[in-house]
């Protein structure tokens, strides 16, 4: 008997063992079922992914959004899972309880979720925390073996650098112009509990002007009244998990619901063109939050505000966590429903939003290292207009260099695509050199 034969007939031998072992009190139906659900869908050099793994990858590629055939992507995943884990095993490799979790709360913070919200909104999808555990253990797992293979080997010269810059300089970027629908999330509310509500009225909308009538009617946005419409907005402006929903979209097509602690939101995409830019890759934003008391007018405060130092006087005699100035970040770093309002805004312009049990004044300081353009100084009767010094003129050019990517950044950028390219070009070798079956 060949070695595939004998695998297979062990597989059989298993699965008669669990049809054994269910208990007396189920049907003969049920048992069938779930003889069924744990038999082999794929073999990878002799390792079972079962009928039940399958299916919920299938479930959690679909919570994520992946766009494509699911099922084919939910095997091609689940292969790489089993191949990567396999070659970990071969090479000594292996990660924590500790790195696992944090892996997870670092995938569940792109959705600005922590670990349980996150995990709450994929049991709702049939989706059980154990599998979003092993996705996230397979990645880990992965990203050790091919650094510690490839590591040593990426090499990045000052000229791979001053390309890559020299590109940033003239790259094309893309502008959407969207609809937005937000839904409010109430105070003790977990965003999860609203989702609900948002897929029913995504699933009752089939026209742009359907859209219209349900932000009219639904969402708390001040875009409210007009339908939603929102001005241009560059996709790299916006947070990448929210960019990367929308780059799918079709002409007059709704995304699915974005989740935020205060609201979960749908957009529609009612244009899109490209535009030319010398915007670095990496959009960077510094922003101010100011918690308002209940009694403060907030937009009238709002329109008293040129900068964001002109928040200071403001908040003098007041706790200091009142006022939070954030440091210059990337906007991948920034809590995605900030990110959304800062997409809107340009440098020195704020808005009120309410949160929970509270508003603040949400205020973009810079983006790239770009201020607010100051007012234009009215020299005092008998008086000239200052030249700027040498070292104001040194200030001023220091500012406007911040602008550009930094070549570390630029450095690792290019060594992590080389890094990719060789992990692709390894698990591809991996997989050819795998005995795959389909019992």
């Known amino acids: ?223 409210a009244e007009r339908g939603g419409k929102l001005e241009w907005l560059q996709l790299s402006n916006l947070p990448s998990a929210v960019s990367e929903q929308l780059v799918g979209l079709g002409l007059g097509e709704v995304s699915e619901p974005v989740i935020t602690p205060q609201a979960v939101m749908l957009f529609q995409l009612d244009g899109i063109k490209d535009s030319e830019t010398t915007q670095p890759m990496d959009v960077k934003v510094k922003y101010a939050q100011f918690t308002l008391n209940s009694d403060q007018d907030g937009l009238a405060l709002v329109a008293s505000l040129d900068e964001c130092d002109d928040l200071y006087p403001i908040t003098r005699g007041l706790p200091a966590d009142r006022l939070k100035i954030s440091e210059e970040l990337s906007m991948s770093a920034v809590p995605q429903d900030i990110g959304l309002v800062l997409a809107k805004l340009d440098p020195g312009e704020a808005v009120v939003r309410g949160q929970n049990g509270y508003k603040e004044i949400l205020m973009l300081c810079t983006k790239n290292g770009i201020q607010p353009a100051p007012a234009e100084a009215v020299p005092v009767e008998g008086e000239t207009a200052a030249t700027p010094t040498h070292e104001q003129a040194a200030q001023k050019k220091g500012d406007l260099v911040k602008s550009d990517p930094t070549r570390e950044a630029m450095r690792e950028q290019l060594g992590n695509r080389q890094l990719a390219a060789q992990a692709d070009a390894y698990m591809e070798e991996l997989r050819s050199e795998a005995i795959i079956e389909t019992p």
């Open 1 to 223: 008997m060949t070695r595939r034969n004998c695998s297979k007939m062990a597989l059989v031998r298993a699965a008669m063992v669990t049809f054994s072992l269910i208990s007396p009190f189920g049907t003969v139906a049920g048992a069938k079922e779930q003889v069924k659900l744990f038999a082999p869908r794929l073999i990878v050099n002799g390792q079972v992914v079962s009928n039940y793994e399958f299916n919920q990858r299938v479930k959690f590629l679909q919570v994520l959004r992946i766009h494509g055939d699911i099922e084919k992507e939910a095997i091609k995943a689940l292969t790489t899972d089993k191949l990567s884990a396999q070659e970990a095993n071969r090479l000594g490799i292996t990660i924590t309880p500790e790195e696992i979790e944090e892996g997870m709360r670092e995938f569940a913070s792109q959705a600005n979720l922590d670990v349980p919200a996150f995990i709450k909104i994929l049991e709702k999808e049939g989706v059980e925390p154990e599998t979003f555990r092993d996705f996230v253990s397979s990645g880990l797992l992965w990203r050790v073996v091919v650094r510690q293979k490839f590591g040593d080997s990426v090499r990045i010269s000052d000229v791979q650098i001053d390309r890559a810059l020299a590109e940033a300089e003239r790259k094309s970027d893309v502008k959407l112009l969207l609809s937005e629908l937000v839904v409010p999330v109430p105070q003790d509310v977990d965003p999860a509990d609203v989702l609900p509500k948002v897929k029913d009225i995504k699933a009752n909308i089939r026209t742009k002007n359907d859209f219209a009538s349900a932000a009219r009617k639904y969402s708390s946005a001040p875009t």
